[in-house]
């Protein structure tokens, strides 16, 4: 694909205790056929050496893309680690990705395609880890009601114009489902749009649900989801049937998921 000068990207990516993951997260920015304009490195205050690596990563490669390295002073988690690249971005559109993740070499180059192909389009992803639309369908306008069904917006997957972002930032007061209320936000108010193509990957083998898989850890995860319903049902997003309803879809998705978790500890 030829570049054009229209569309700078930044790509942002928190990092915590990631010594051991980011290299092959930054060789696939860095690699990609559509090249990102800057890569802006957060650390969260890591407790190994991630801080050393990540100026070895700045230093052997800035004179491939422009890297920025900073440091949310405490750990404050990544909502916080987010606003900053946010913050600091000088590109109009932004892409996230997680320290442990890496992308496809083609995975801008075919988000960039979406972006010039659908008028008015503010939030794009892929799929990540499995397929989510029908394997005859490229891609998909995702509406505010599907995204409350089925999250098609995995951060490492978004890509994401900068002013939506502004005006929807990370809640760093929340530590879990934080980042599924700036998706159900965005939805709410624009266009976006989910490629139906896996281009985003894991560098280590995550549990399909909660930090190591934990019951106690998916828990949180939706408490953190139920809060957002009410949320967006005290702003007057949703009413009290459709609080109710998704409320109550979301419970039983998660009594799934508690007894996948439980029957794999146990087994």
């Given amino acids: ?34 090249k990102a304009d800057e890569i802006i490195l957060i650390d969260d205050c890591s407790t190994d050496n991630t801080w050393e690596v990540l100026k070895d990563i700045q230093k052997y490669n800035n004179h491939l893309i422009e890297i920025k390295l900073t440091s949310t002073g405490k750990n404050s988690g990544p909502s916080v680690a987010r606003n900053i690249g946010v913050k600091m971005a000088n590109t109009n559109w932004i892409a996230f990705l997680d320290s442990d993740d890496y992308w496809d070499k083609t995975k801008l180059e075919k988000q ?27 891609y998909q306008e995702i509406n505010f009601k599907q995204s409350f069904i089925k999250n098609y917006f995995e951060t490492p997957t978004v890509f994401a114009e900068k002013k939506v972002l502004e005006e ?18 965005i939805t709410k108010n624009y266009k976006a ?15 399909p649900y909660g930090e190591s898989g934990l019951s106690q850890n998916i828990w949180k995860m939706e408490k953190g989801e139920l809060s957002n319903f009410k949320i967006l049902y005290k702003d ?21 998921r508690f007894l996948i978790v439980t029957k794999r500890n146990l087994f």
Avoid: G
């Fill in 168 to 185: 929807f930032p990370f809640n760093p007061d929340q530590k879990h489902s934080e980042d599924y209320m700036v998706w159900l936000k």
């Fill in 1 to 34: 694909m030829t570049q054009t000068t229209e569309l700078k990207i930044t790509v942002v990516i928190p990092c915590y205790n990631a010594s051991k993951t980011i290299n092959k997260c930054i060789e696939s920015v860095i690699n990609q056929t559509y």
């Fill in 193 to 207: 749009i989910c490629l139906n193509e896996i281009l985003a990957f894991c560098v280590l083998d995550k549990n």
């Fill in 112 to 138: 960039v395609a979406i972006f010039h192909k659908e008028k008015n389009v503010k939030l794009i992803s892929c799929a990540y880890k499995k397929k989510k639309l029908p394997d005859s369908v490229p």
């Fill in 236 to 256: 007057k997003d949703i009413n009290f049937w459709e609080y109710l309803a998704f409320s109550s879809f979301s419970l039983l998705k998660f009594f799934r």
